[in-house]
């Protein structure tokens, strides 16, 4: 067994390494901190609870596919829980405790060992477990809403104070893993942007190499209520008042809409359309689309912002430029600032049937 000296120059050159990778995505894909679309008013309570996902702890499920790794060695063998422990490097944890919890669950039968080791054997439901742990490696908008609610919680319980921290050093963490794979640099690169967007983080740039982040005022009343960072974002507002405003390419406000019409004769509710045209004018360079695209986005934007502060819009009018809107950001790509687009979409098309 290497040396306590010997481990800690591993985490450190780690640690170094996880810092450089996510530095060099930084600057491939640089966080932007909007002025964003926003409602003031008085907002809706959020739902407290479990988070969105209901993730198992992440420690059992890097577990249950290193005993999958074990089992294809030595298919019959009972393991030692003990060596993923120390392979891991995860001396919080308790070995006895995480083949208790397994088998608890029906993954493992336990056994002990002449050393009184806590040695285990994966079940069918533990290997069943495990090729749903795989196929949901795939799940995208899963892995990003983990990452999400995984980082806002170790921030908070890190640096809860608002001080400012090195937000790589997440990923050295036990909870930076999904489904028992780890958390990638771009992943938490995105949601750093989209926490920063929506003011649960704040971007601290301290010099052209060197970024950290703080959690917001907002981000601590998030984590104090126990929901999800989702729960947080998608709360209602009753009686808000929005504040639209949509920039050109150049960045140059070209409407301003803080009291839009609501008396229309034909029933249309413009809000949603509004806030979709606001969103595209303020995220367009964020969407990954290409210029001529992007122009194209920025002009129907445009236009659906004109038509939903008319005094009377028309429903097909709104129907038209929100769906062309919302195939555009279909072609954009996968990015977290085209699905918040895709799904603002949505909802306003969804309100014209309602």
């Known amino acids: 067994m290497a040396s306590s ?55 059992l499920a890097r577990l249950l596919i290193w005993l999958d790794e074990q089992a294809h060695q030595n298919p019959s063998h ?11 490097q995860l001396h919080d944890e308790d070995p006895s405790v995480l083949a208790y919890e397994l088998e608890h669950r029906g993954l493992v039968t336990s056994g002990r060992g002449l050393d009184n080791t806590p040695d285990v054997h994966l079940t069918d439901a533990g290997r069943a477990a495990i090729h749903r742990l795989k196929r949901r490696r795939g799940d995208r908008a899963a892995r990003l809403r983990y990452t999400m609610d995984a980082f806002h919680r170790w921030l908070f319980d890190t640096a809860g104070d608002q001080e400012p921290i090195n937000p ?32 649960l983080i704040e971007h601290i740039k301290n010099s052209d190499t060197e970024s950290t982040v703080a959690i917001t005022p907002r981000g601590v009343s998030c984590a104090l209520t126990g929901g999800s960072v989702q729960d947080q974002v998608n709360q209602p507002s009753a009686g808000a008042t929005y504040n639209n405003y949509l920039p050109n390419a150049k960045g140059v406000i070209i409407g301003e809409q803080q009291h839009f019409p609501q008396n229309n004769t034909d029933g249309v509710d413009p809000t949603l359309f509004v806030q979709l045209a606001g969103y595209i004018g303020q995220f367009s360079t964020t969407l990954g689309a290409s210029d001529p695209d992007r ?4 002009r129907v934007a445009q236009e659906l912002h004109t038509e939903a502060t008319a005094e009377n819009p028309d429903a097909g009018r709104l129907r038209q430029f929100a769906t062309r809107l919302k195939d555009k950001l279909l072609e954009a790509g996968t990015t977290i600032a085209a699905t918040v687009g895709v799904e603002m979409a949505d909802r306003a098309l969804a309100a014209l049937t309602q």
């Open 5 to 59: 000296s010997s481990q800690r120059r591993a985490i450190e050159k780690h640690l170094k390494e996880i810092a450089k990778d996510y530095e060099r995505a930084a600057k491939r894909n640089p966080i932007r901190v909007p002025v964003q679309t926003e409602a003031t008013g008085t907002g809706g309570t959020m739902p407290s609870g479990a988070t969105a996902e209901g993730h198992d702890d992440p420690v």
């Open 78 to 88: 009972y393991v030692d829980v003990t060596r993923f422990v120390e392979e891991q």
């Open 168 to 199: 790589a050093l997440f990923l050295a963490t036990s909870a930076a893993y999904f489904a028992g794979s780890e958390i990638t640099g771009n992943e938490l690169h995105e949601t750093l942007a989209y926490l920063s967007q929506h003011k």
């Open 295 to 298: 122009a194209e986005l920025e």
